[in-house]
């Protein structure tokens, strides 16, 4: 597998082919068992029944597409894309023995899709790093057949989610923060703002766009202890990339930080703490 490390989206080309693709492989059972949740919702949302044909964007180490296997059943088929090479090689392992299971290691946004092929294009926080999200977006819906769905789940504010918004100002005592990402530049936020995300998807021909607030408890890190929370979330979190060039004594002192703002939201079942997404849905006209 190959994939050109240029074109619009080289800069997450290389992202996710780098230590941070390498990181969400290592710490792939943590983040499924956060996330999974989030993922099925979206899933019922879509509606997904036996035999459909379902393109599952940035399916990353492939839990939602292996899940979307088994609902289409035998007589469907899921394709997972994902720009990543080492965790896309994570999909395929899990993946051996779903004969209605395949993968392509392409650039979602570029890729030529056999046009008006799928049921539905379903994500689990995998389509918020597009350089150019209408085109991205209207390249999806042309995959899409007449009256086709999308379903997909991303984040709302680091603001909303106290996952984010409590390690990230627990590190920026010891560790300066990068400044936020311009409004509109792609990250796991650049959805957030359902105006903005709702322009996008009518713009690359959506229709019927809608919004489900799903707010509620998430098992930070899947339920691991205080420590191993804390080390997930310095490694994984949106503020792990402010730690990559600073001292050992700043890491331990931001790790310190971390742990004991963690520390009131313990309980026996791990590290619980609120977060937002939204579950969005559109049509491709009929
Ligand atoms: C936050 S991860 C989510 C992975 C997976 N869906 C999950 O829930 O575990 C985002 C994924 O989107 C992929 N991605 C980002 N931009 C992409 C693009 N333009 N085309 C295909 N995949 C992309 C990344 O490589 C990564 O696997």
């Given at each position: 597998m190959a994939i050109e490390s240029t074109g619009p989206n080289a800069e997450q080309i290389s992202h996710w082919n780098g230590t941070f693709g390498q990181r969400w492989v290592e710490l792939q059972e943590m983040l499924d068992a956060q996330i999974e949740p989030l993922g099925r919702t979206a899933q019922e949302r879509a509606r997904i029944s036996q035999g459909e044909h379902v393109l599952d964007v940035?399916?990353?180490?492939g839990q939602s597409s292996l899940q979307i296997a088994k609902r289409v059943g035998t007589s469907g088929h899921v394709l997972g894309v994902d720009l990543s090479e080492p965790m896309l090689a994570r999909a395929i392992e899990r993946a051996?023995?779903?004969?209605q299971a395949s993968f392509e290691h392409a650039d979602a946004q570029l890729f030529e899709f056999r046009a008006s092929d799928f049921d539905l294009v379903y994500s689990r926080f995998g389509v918020m790093f597009f350089a150019d999200p209408p085109a991205a977006f209207a390249n999806l819906r042309r995959a899409l057949k007449p009256g086709g769905r999308l379903a997909f789940v991303c984040w709302q504010t680091a603001s909303q989610n106290q996952w984010i918004l409590i390690p990230m100002l627990a590190i920026a005592q010891h560790v300066p923060l990068p400044?936020?990402?311009?409004?509109?530049?792609?990250?796991?936020?650049?959805?957030?703002d359902t105006d903005h995300t709702r322009d996008i998807l009518e713009t690359a021909g959506f229709e019927d766009v809608a919004f489900e607030d799903r707010t509620g408890e998430l098992s930070i890190g899947g339920g691991a202890s205080l420590d191993a929370t804390a080390d997930f979330l310095m490694r994984m979190g949106p503020a792990s990339r402010a730690l990559g060039d600073v001292s050992e004594q700043q890491q331990q002192a931001a790790r310190a930080a971390v742990r004991e703002a963690l520390a009131p939201f313990a309980s026996d079942a791990g590290i619980k703490m609120t977060g937002s997404c939204w579950i969005v849905t559109a049509r491709s006209p009929r």
């Open positions: 940035g399916c990353g180490c051996s023995g779903f004969e400044p936020p990402p311009e409004p509109g530049t792609p990250g796991p936020m650049s959805l957030a």
